[in-house]
């Protein structure tokens, strides 16, 4: 199993360089672990899937005056539901995701985000969750998202997250090819070998990643009223 103590040791192994001590190099597999479980936009252009075991669920507390409220602070992509205290899924705007802010202006009652009642549409735009319309009471909604991983601090601390046949190799490849990336080994416009090795390999282990965890398919969505048809053509 990869640790924080084996992977600075393995990345230390290949850049063989005292400059790059025990403090930078940690810093350095956080960002790695935070970054590939943001998504990481693979050579095809799509960006690889929300790592599973980062799955989680929460509350947000909507206000009585404002449309939005910021997502639980360990909120880092991929939404996917919202509910209310009655176990009642709110929609996303029809024909898009949580994601559709431009839908969802389009599909409420008042552009200035002022329609006071109770939440029927919301969208993510940023770290804020918005809403409409806007309880009078303070209304608790139960959000379904990917968190962020919890940074690597002792020795023995593992990668959040990632899969454990692959997080030691993939983390290595990606510190390591950044590292390099950064001395501009052949000049400003090429890469050097040693950083188009590392890239490939971190390339190749992101592969098996999406390959082990999947994609899932589009979601079915239903309200009380049974299913909403949320096709392309719908506005």
Known sequence: MATLSSLVTAIQNILQDAAYNDQYLTEQIND???N???GIRMPNGEVSPPLPDLYACSTVNTDTMLPCV???GDYQRGLFNVFDNTNYQILPPRGGDYYAFS???KQINQLNLSEAGEVYRVCVKG???YYQGIPTVSTTLGVHYYRKPVPMALDGDAPDGIPE????SMIKHYVVKEVMGEKIEDGQDNMGVGTKYHTAKFFEDMTDLIDFIGREGEPLYYGSGGYEDRGACDG
């Open 32 to 34: 790695a672990v935070s």
């Open 36 to 38: 590939i479980a943001a």
């Open 70 to 72: 910021p997502l639980p």
């Open 103 to 105: 839908r969802f202006i």
């Open 127 to 129: 770290s804020n969750l």
């Open 165 to 168: 046949h692959l997080a030691g």
